[in-house]
C-alpha cells in the first residue's frame, strides 16, 4: 500500500468486484473489500441507493446499520474487510439482467472518513467490463474493439447477444473523431462504450445512457448516420456527455446546458465528419416546438404535456447553435462554443449560474450584446434563427 505523495498518509484502497447472479433474475452481486492504513481511521460506506433492494450475504469486519449502511469496526489486526451483496434493481429501463447478460449502474454509495485519501479500484468476477469510474457494468460474453485518440483509449464492448447495425470500426471512427475535434478538456484516460442488446428487450424511450464520466451505453440498432429527433447521432450524443465535467455545478438556470450541447454536437460532429449532408444538419437544428413557454432559464413554466428534459434538447440545441454561429461571426472564427465548453469545465470555483454564464460570454473579444440576447432567448421564449448555410464552421 503507498503513501500519498502530498499528504504522505496511506490511503484507504477500495474493491469492488461485481459478478453476474444466475440464480436470480434482475440481480447481481458485489464484493467489497477495504483495506485500512495502520492508523485505523473512522470509514463508512453507505450504500443508498434507492433503486435496488440490498441483501447482505457475508459479512467480515463491518457493523452494518440501517440495513445499507457498513462501518469498520477496527477490531481486524489485518485492518481489512469484505462484505459480499445482492443488488435487486426495481423494474425500470436502465437497468437489464436476462439469462445471458447483465447491463447496468453502479449502485450509488458515499463514504466517509477523515485524513486519507480512497483509492478505488473495479473489476469483475468471470466474464464482463467495468467503466474506469466503476459507473458502468456490463457482465456476460463479450467482443472488444479499440482505439486511441487524442491519447485517450476508446474501448467498444459488444456483448455476443447484440448486433451492430454500424460496422464496430466505424464506430470507433467516429468516436475517435469526436474525441479529435472536441478540444474542451476533461478527457478522461479511458471511455467504455457498450452495445446495448435489442433483441427481446424493452429499453423504453432510452437510446443510450451516460452513466458516469467514463462509461455510456447505446443501443445497438443505432447508426453512426442516424439523427435522433432528440439527441442527434446517439453514440456522439453520449460521448459528449463524457467531455462534460461541469454539470454537477450547474443551477436550475443554466441545467439546459447538459443536454443541449450534448445534442448539439450530436449533429454537427456528424456534419463535420461527412456522415449527414448540410440539409440534414439545417433540419435537426431547427425542430418544431410546440408551444410558446420554452424558457430555458425557467423549467418550471413548460407546459405540463411536456418535459424540461424534451425543451433541454430541442430548444437547446437550437440555442448552442445560434450561439455559435453568433461567436464565430463576431470573432471572425477565432473563438467558438468549443472555447466556452472548455472554459466551463475548467470553472470549478463555484456554482455555473445564470449571471456567470452570461459575463463569460461578455469577456469574448470583439464580441457584445449577450445580456439581451440571453434574455430574449434564454430567459424568454423566442426561438433563434438558424442560417442554413453552415460557411462559418469552415
Known sequence: MSSHPQTGQQPIVQHLNFQRNNSTRGSF?????????????????????????????????????DQHKLIWNKEDLNAKARVSLTFSAHADHWFKDTDEWTLAKRPLYSIAHRGHNVEEHFDTVGDGVVSDN???????????????AAGQHIRL???????????????????????QTLTVGCLDETVLAVAAPTDDVNWGKNIGLFSGQSGFWVRDNSSIGELTSAGG???VHEYVHTRQGFTRRLTPET????EGIASYYGGLLPYLQG?????????????????TDAMLANPDSFEVSTTAKQYDYLKGRMVI??????????????????????????????????????SLLEKIPGSSGYQDWFERYVRKDAVPKISGSFEYLS
Open 29 to 65: 452481486n458485489l464484493f467489497i473489500e477495504h483495506e485500512f492504513p495502520d492508523s485505523k481511521p473512522y470509514f463508512e460506506l453507505d450504500l443508498y441507493d434507492r433503486g435496488v433492494d440490498i441483501d447482505v450475504e457475508q459479512l467480515y469486519g463491518y457493523q452494518i446499520e
Open 134 to 148: 466503476g459507473g458502468l457494468l456490463y457482465l456476460g460474453p463479450y467482443d472488444e474493439w479499440s482505439i486511441t
Open 157 to 179: 464492448v459488444v456483448p455476443e447477444a447484440a448486433t451492430l447495425e454500424t460496422d464496430p470500426q466505424q464506430v470507433l471512427y467516429t468516436l475517435a473523431f469526436a474525441a
Open 233 to 235: 447521432c446517439t453514440w
Open 255 to 258: 441545467s439546459w446546458l447538459t
Open 275 to 291: 456522415l449527414i449532408t448540410s440539409d440534414e444538419l439545417y433540419n435537426f437544428l431547427t425542430p418544431y416546438i410546440s408551444g
Open 321 to 358: 447553435a445560434a450561439l455559435d454561429s453568433k461567436i464565430r461571426c463576431e470573432t471572425d472564427g477565432m473563438v467558438s462554443f468549443d472555447d466556452v465548453f472548455y472554459r466551463l469545465n475548467e470553472y470549478t470555483d463555484r456554482q455555473i449560474t445564470y449571471s456567470w454564464l452570461v
